[in-house]
């Protein structure tokens, strides 16, 4: 049996795989037309200041409606994006439709809130790139101080030095950069000093195993302290349940991202019942 056996495991292995490859060829070829067929589109989940429980920014989260796929994870597909070079032309319609979107929230720049996107490392490479973000700006009329982009750890394991050089110019525009899933890359806390950081966002996993009592708080609260003394804004991300937000309260971290509050949504539902959802979870 124990042949035969293997050679069922081998014969689901290798459909598995050519689903994989197939899916993988049909990313590859589908998202060069994904934003002519307007198969893109964007969602928002909040960041809340849980002290005044004021939305202090919007984080831009992209999604892609496949014809035959259904909808795909940017998991999925942005590596995909980023070995082809079709991660410029999306994060450029990306950057250009949530500056639009922003613009028309009410309730959006009267109270300073902020966008929120994601940057690929493939960007930070392209040439072009201060040009193309400050034109697409400009060509918007969205305040660049209102902008602030995300980026993980990994980038900067790159070339530092141009690293360093890209984000001081857009800084000196007035935009503002985050750390994402801060904690899980391979911190050098020298960075956070050279680099124009404005945020760091506590990556979801410590804020799990708080809940769960793998960590008493002794890491977060570190971060957070390290954090404040190097006059950074504190965000925790994936925030689900009332005792992490208490957890986090405790820790003095007040800034907070999760399906707790708001999960990503369109930009249309960006108003009264989902904002009212997310504030009575804070005032309980
Ligand atoms: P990220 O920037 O760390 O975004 C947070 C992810 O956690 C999002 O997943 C969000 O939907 C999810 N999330 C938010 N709250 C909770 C929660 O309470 N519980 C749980 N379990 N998850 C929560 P999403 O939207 O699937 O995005 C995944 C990643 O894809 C993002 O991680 C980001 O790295 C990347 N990404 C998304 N949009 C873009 C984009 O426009 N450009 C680029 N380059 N990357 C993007
Ligand atoms: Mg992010
Ligand atoms: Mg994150
Ligand atoms: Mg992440």
Redesign the pocket.
């Known amino acids: 049996h124990a042949k035969e056996d293997d050679r069922r495991h081998v014969a689901v292995f290798e459909s598995f795989m050519s689903q994989r490859v197939d899916q993988h060829v049909s990313i590859e070829s589908g998202l060069r037309q994904a934003i002519a067929q307007n198969q893109l589109n ?2 928002y ?1 909040p960041q809340i200041d849980v002290a005044s429980g004021r939305i202090t920014a919007m ?5 892609w409606r496949h014809p035959t796929l259904g909808t795909i ?3 999925d597909f ?1 590596p995909v994006a980023e070995q082809t070079g079709s ?1 410029i032309p ?2 450029q319609w ?1 950057l250009r439709t949530a500056c639009q979107d922003m613009l028309r929230w009410p309730g959006g720049s009267e109270s300073g809130t902020r966008l929120a ?4 490392p493939v ?1 930070l490479e392209h040439a072009d790139f201060v040009k193309d973000t400050l034109r697409i700006l400009h060509e918007v009329g969205f305040p660049p101080h209102r902008l602030e982009f ?1 980026i ?1 750890e990994h980038l900067l394991m790159r070339d530092l030095e141009s690293v360093v050089t890209i984000l001081r110019k857009l800084s000196a525009h007035g935009i503002t950069f985050a750390v ?2 801060f904690g899980t890359g391979y911190s050098s806390l020298s960075y956070l000093q050279r680099l124009p950081i404005h945020t760091l ?1 506590i ?2 996993s410590f804020v799990r195993s708080l809940q769960e009592g793998r960590e008493e708080g002794h890491l977060v609260g570190a971060i957070v302290s390290m954090g404040r003394s190097l006059g950074l804004k504190i965000v925790a ?4 349940t009332q005792a992490q937000l208490d957890m986090l309260r405790r820790l003095k971290c007040n800034e907070m ?4 509050f708001s ?2 949504q369109a930009a249309l539902d960006l108003s009264g019942e989902a904002v009212e959802r997310w504030r009575s979870a804070v005032h309980g």
């Open positions: 964007v969602l989940q984080e831009a989260l992209i999604r994870s940017p998991l942005i991660i999306i994060s990306l996107v994601n940057l690929s960007q995300e993980t994402d899933d966002k990556d979801q991300e994936g925030v689900e991202q999760g399906y707790l999960r990503p």
